[in-house]
C-alpha cells in the first residue's frame, strides 16, 4: 500500500523556521516527482513546490520562493520542505503528495494525511 | 500565469446529475491536462479524474471528466448522486507553475 506521513508541524513564531518531512513506502520513491500542497484553514488547496526523482530540479509558487527550499533523501524515502522567514499567511496544512504518475509532474496521486503549521506570536 | 474559476457551490437532490466547470482565464483549456479531486472535510484530497477524463482506479463510472475548447472550459460529471459524494471538489491544470480552481462544495440533499 502506498503509503505517505507527514510530520514536523506546530507553532512558529513570525520570522521563524520549520522543516517539513514526508516519509514515503509502499513504491519505488526515487522513481517520481513528489510535491508540497497547502491549504489555509477554510480556504482552498494551492501548490507550494515540487521536486523531481533525483532531486535535481525544483520549482516553487512565487509566494515561497526565496524561504522555502524542498529536497528529498532517496536512500530514506523522505521528502522534506525547509520553511524560512515564516509569515502569517504560510499558517496551513500542509499535504506531501506523490505524482500521480512515474513518467508525469503535473498531478498529485496519493496524497498524505498532512501536518498543520501555524505561524503566530 | 492563469487561473481556474469554479463555482463557489452547487446542490442537488440524490440520484440526480451534477456538473461542475472551471474555467481557464488564459491560454487553451486543451493545452494541459485538467484534474479533479474530492475532498471530504477532514480528509486529504483524493483524485477522482485525471488527465482530463480518466479515472483511478476504485473510483466509479459515475464519475467523468471532460473539457470544452469553445468555453475554454473543463467539467466534472457526477451522475446517480450518493449523499457520499457530498465534498469540496477541485479542478487542477498547470503550465510552468500548478494551478487549481478555488474549489466548488456539492451539496446532496
Known amino acids: 500500500e502506498v503509503q505517505l506521513v507527514e510530520s514536523g508541524g506546530g507553532l512558529v513564531q513570525p520570522g521563524g523556521s520549520l522543516r517539513l518531512s514526508c516519509a514515503a513506502s509502499?513504491?519505488?520513491?526515487?522513481?517520481?516527482?513528489m510535491h508540497w500542497v497547502r491549504q489555509a484553514p477554510g480556504k482552498g488547496l494551492v501548490w507550494v513546490s515540487r521536486?523531481?526523482?533525483?532531486?535535481?530540479?525544483?520549482s516553487y509558487a512565487d509566494s515561497v520562493k526565496g524561504r522555502f527550499t524542498i529536497s528529498r533523501d532517496n536512500a530514506k524515502n523522505t521528502l522534506y520542505l525547509q520553511m524560512n522567514s515564516l509569515r502569517a499567511e504560510d499558517t496551513a496544512v500542509y499535504y506531501c503528495?506523490?505524482?500521480?504518475?512515474?513518467?508525469?509532474?503535473?498531478?498529485?496521486?496519493?496524497w498524505g494525511q498532512g501536518t498543520l503549521v501555524t505561524v503566530s506570536s | 500565469n492563469f487561473m481556474l474559476t469554479q463555482p463557489h457551490s452547487v446542490s442537488e437532490s440524490p440520484g440526480k446529475t451534477v456538473t461542475i466547470s472551471c474555467t481557464r482565464s488564459?491560454?487553451?483549456?486543451?493545452?494541459?491536462?485538467v484534474q479533479w479531486y474530492q475532498q471530504r472535510p477532514g480528509s486529504a484530497p483524493t483524485t477522482v479524474i485525471y488527465?482530463?477524463?480518466?479515472?483511478p482506479s476504485g473510483v466509479p463510472d459515475r464519475f467523468s471528466g471532460s473539457i470544452d475548447s469553445s468555453s475554454n472550459s473543463a467539467s466534472l460529471t457526477i451522475s446517480g448522486l450518493k449523499t457520499e459524494d457530498e465534498a469540496d471538489y477541485y479542478c487542477?491544470?498547470?503550465?510552468?507553475?500548478?494551478?487549481f480552481g478555488g474549489g466548488t462544495k456539492l451539496t446532496v440533499l
Open positions: 488527465e482530463d477524463n480518466q479515472r
Open positions: 509502499g513504491f519505488t520513491f526515487s522513481s517520481y516527482w
Open positions: 487542477q491544470s498547470y503550465d510552468s507553475s500548478i494551478v
Open positions: 521536486i523531481n526523482s533525483d532531486g535535481s530540479s525544483t
Open positions: 503528495a506523490r505524482d500521480g504518475d512515474s513518467s508525469s509532474w503535473y498531478w498529485f496521486d496519493p
Open positions: 488564459s491560454g487553451s483549456i486543451a493545452s494541459n491536462y
